[in-house]
């Protein structure tokens, strides 16, 4: 089965701009999680997604949006970039509730 | 959700047996223990899942006393290519909880 995949790779943007990233799910997962890497804060939780509803929700501000489409493809949106944007966001899929995650590489998201 | 706590860092040398231990005094009884292992700008790997005693696969070791409070991952003969950062998590098998990743344990194997 191909892995958990991610668009783009990398990114850069300037404040203000807004920025959408992709993620495909293994194949017959139904479960998108996303969270957002930095130095300072390690990996933090953004939000997961489950058939198309947003299940559980990290303490990111209102700026940072995702959903889920019918084929459990998941997208997040980030508006009004900030400089403390600048991270790794990774998307992880399971199969549902309670299976072991399996990470993306990851998108590298530079904001100047 | 269990809480755990590792070490913050470890060194170690090549051909070593390194054991990193995760403390979840509060683990629940649906609860299972998971470990990844992060390498810089790559996505955590999967590497070893249990729910008690001991389980093996082909890169690790994970033990679990009777208690569940603990639990030690053992890596066996590391290499220079096993520095990274080793995460444990505790996580429900029965519930849609959100994941929450510690700060991990950076492993550092010196030649």
């Known amino acids: 089965k191909a892995g958990v995949t991610q668009t783009p790779r990398y990114l850069i943007k300037t404040r203000g701009q807004q920025v959408t990233l992709s993620c495909s799910p293994i194949?017959?997962?139904?479960?998108v999680s996303w969270y957002q890497q930095t130095p300072g804060q390690g990996l933090q939780f953004l939000f997961e997604y489950f058939s198309e509803t947003q299940r559980n929700k990290g303490n990111f501000p209102g700026r940072f949006s995702g959903r889920q489409f019918s084929n459990s493809r998941s997208e997040m949106n980030v508006s009004t970039l900030e400089l403390g944007d600048s991270a790794l966001y990774l998307c992880a899929s399971r199969l549902g509730g309670g299976e072991t995650q399996y990470f993306g590489p990851g998108t590298r998201l530079l904001v100047l | 959700l269990a809480k755990t706590t590792q070490p913050i860092s470890m060194d170690s040398y090549e051909g070593q047996e390194v054991n990193i231990t995760c403390s979840h005094n509060n683990i629940a009884t649906n609860d299972y223990i998971t470990w990844y292992q992060q390498f810089p700008s790559q996505g955590p790997r999967f590497i070893i899942q249990g729910y008690k005693t001991k389980v093996t696969n082909e890169v690790a070791s994970l033990f679990i006393p009777a208690d569940r409070k603990s639990s030690t991952l053992s890596l066996p003969r590391v290499s220079l290519s096993d520095t990274a950062v080793y995460y444990c998590l505790v996580a429900s098998m029965n519930r849609d909880d959100k994941i929450i990743f510690g700060k991990g344990t950076r492993l550092h194997i010196l030649p």
């Open positions: 194949s017959g997962h139904r479960s």
